[in-house]
């Protein structure tokens, strides 16, 4: 089946993260796309009631394109942990509490570790939704380990502690040009691109 095309200029980002608005936005700017922040419209983010990435960015996706009346593209990303029976997950953003403070929440990771296994994957799906109901996803990962302490003052959530497979620099450390070609929300990203903007 055919994916639909995304035709506009302007996309709501349907997060009030700072730092995966800007992420998405420098994706997009090669496309000549603007990106428009939920945050930036008042639009709140609705609960993320879902049981996997996938049913939570449809339901972020879609609550914005209701609300704002524009197509909107949410992300729902995070860390899976094998030896933590694949927690963080879906409640990475979670694990840092209201404060949102992922130093809490990296530690918090490195304190149930323990000296087990430090595989680990980051995992996001992006969801485009328009007004009327339509609606694309596309799940990217990447491979890697857990590194302590955390390293580097870039990227943002568990960046400092992820070290790619085949690498030596964590996400934190990396240059974002240099994540941007690996990372697990540039994967989802380029079938995205396949799929919905092909022709621009």
Not at 152 to 168: A, Q
């Amino acid at each position: 089946m055919t994916s639909r095309q995304f035709a506009g200029d302007r996309l709501l980002i349907a997060s009030h993260n700072r730092g995966k608005v800007e992420e998405i936005a420098e994706l997009l700017a090669s496309f000549s796309i603007q990106a428009v922040s939920a945050g930036a419209l008042s639009i709140p983010e609705p609960d993320e009631t879902g049981d996997s990435f996938e049913s939570n960015a449809v339901l972020k996706a879609t609550a914005a394109a209701e609300m704002s009346g524009m197509p909107a593209l949410s992300d729902d990303s995070g860390l899976v942990v094998p030896a933590l029976g694949g927690a963080p997950g879906i409640y990475s953003a979670r694990w840092a509490g209201p404060a949102k403070d992922f130093r809490v929440a990296m530690e918090r990771v490195q304190q149930e570790l323990g000296d087990r296994d430090r595989d680990a994957m980051f995992v996001a799906v992006l969801a485009l939704a328009w007004p009327d109901g339509g609606i694309e996803r596309f799940r990217g990962e990447v491979a890697g380990t857990l590194t302590w302490p955390p390293r580097g003052d870039r990227g943002f959530g568990y960046d400092p502690m992820f070290v790619p497979l085949g690498g030596t620099e964590t996400f934190g450390e990396m240059d974002p040009a240099e994540k941007h070609k690996i990372s697990h929300r540039a994967r989802a990203f380029a079938k995205l691109v396949d799929s919905c903007f092909n022709g621009r």
